[in-house]
């Protein structure tokens, strides 16, 4: 597709011919009917997105059994790495605070472990203004954590903006995927 | 390559007519007028004379406001500057404009180019003129001479001789590789400036385009980077507690505005490169991002969600007067200040589309200039004419695209692969 400043123009010519065949298919069956009122497309449930885990000691591997605790595949498997945020905002979901309750404790119980948040947004924004939403997001996550008795110092935080999605689709599913923040165990985990 | 020496002449020796007034004029603020019929034959003396026109030719093509002519329905062969045309087999093509000229190696081995242009309809000459310079920069001699025409016939500067640097995409969605990558305006010329180590975003010329600032990321930070385009050594701006991004020289190469981001906020600083002293511009607890100076280095154009959405904002160079100049509906983004100081370019999201578009400094007389699923990060021309900045399509990866501001149909800018956050330099010296 180009870009074009008439595209509304020829999208349209297009709605309108589409327009003339319906009216064509309709008045050879029978008289039209209004229609209701269209219902808005209810937004789609926050879904559960399963992401490698960064890699680094304890990473998956294919057919292995019971996460070792403490150990990186423990808390992606057992806590979640990822939380989700609505477009450009970045005040914590409901659904976000259940595993950030979570990360916090397995944290609590493994103190030598040092994470970084990493923010991440999908790529309906624009690349600068997106570095600094993403910072927001990892940000949000760290007062989080810092409030829940993980010492601050333990946690490192980092805006990757729309540059490291992890659903390489397009729309609004894979958009809902990147926009989050997820929590790396960066040393301590084994 | 800098400074090749060139001469311009204005033709004393050249001038078989004295150069009329221009009776044919491309009205550049009329989006819809036809482009101008232009025919150039073949510069004379091979092979170079050749090449040399057919860049010409391709250069005025680009701009769309010219449309160059089947050199195959040509009546005349033309390759000596120094003859007087057949107007009247012009005339039967309907070439409004002629550009004659020929290439001749003096004494010391220098490359001269002569050319002229021609009114054909009023049998007169528009311009002789004469460029030297090395052989190896015969390219640059056919901007010079493209940007001429294209000044004489339009009334605007030429915007041809000039560089754009810019974030050259490879790799994969998951394993991204990011470099900065510098090519002639027209495709020719490229190389890379990083070497993909580190994720390199927004490369922004100085005011002599010998360098460039640009934001690079790793998975623990950014950082922001001085990079000397010639020698390739670059220094950072210094360190920072969170992000910095977002960097972009003052008009006069002394400073550098970005943003810096402590605890989620997003603030814009200005650091003056001669003290390495910072200060801080903006103190809102909203996002403050992509600054980019007047041309007088007075003021700052802005983008902040201070209001609830991201929109525009002008501020004086020491943060003081901030006002609001965007009103429409939508979200504004990456405003970018022309260098005539008229316009400011920037991205607009509107429901699901982005547009670039442009304003002017006080908010008014907003004209959208594309409309697509991903339209982002526009710069200008050194003409403030043309703006180039990333497409996207669905599913794609970004490609780079010029428009004229007038308003025509967006063009492929000349490189071929996924490419975005791209930068326009000064016209050479």
Redesign the interface.
Known sequence: MRPGGNIGLRRAARLGLLALLAAGMVACSSRPKPLGPVAPTPPPPPAPYQTSPAPGPGAVEEGQSAPVPGSVRDFVVNVGDRVYFDFDRFNLRDDARPILDAQAAWLTRYPTVRVRIEGNCDERGTREYNFALGARRAATVKAYLASRGVAASRIDTVSFGKEHPIDMGSGDEADQHNRNAHTALTEGAS | MRLPGFLIVLGAALALAAPALADIVVNVDQGASQPLPIAIPAFGGAPVGARISAVISADLQRSELFRPLDPGTFQEQITNANLQPSFDKWKAISAQALLTGQVVADADGRLRVDFRLWDVYAGDQLLGLQFTSTPENWRRVAHKVADAVYEKLTGAPGYFDTRIAFVAESG???H?V?RLEIMDQDGANPSYLTDGSA?A??PRFSANSQEVTY?S?R????NVYLLNIETGRQETLGHFP??V??PRFSPDGSRVAF?A?K????DIYVMDLASRSNRRLTADPA????PSFSPDGRQIVF?SDRGG??QLYVMSADGGDVHRISFGAG?Y??PVWSPDGKWIAF?K?EG?VFHIGVMKPDGSGEK??????????PAWAPNSRVIIYS?????AGAHL?MVDVS?R??QPAPYPLNA??PAWSALLP
Not at chain 2, 391 to 395: D, I, K, L, S, V
């Open positions: 994969s969605k998951a991204p990011r994720l975003f927004t934001m990321l998975p623990t930070g950014s969170g992000m991004f977002a943003s981001e605890d989620g906020n997003s996002i403050d991002t992509s983008n959405s991201p979200r983004t990456t991205t999201q699901s959208l200039l594309t409309a697509s699923y991903l339209d982002e990060g497409h996207q399509a669905p599913g695209y308003g149909e967006p975005s956050d």
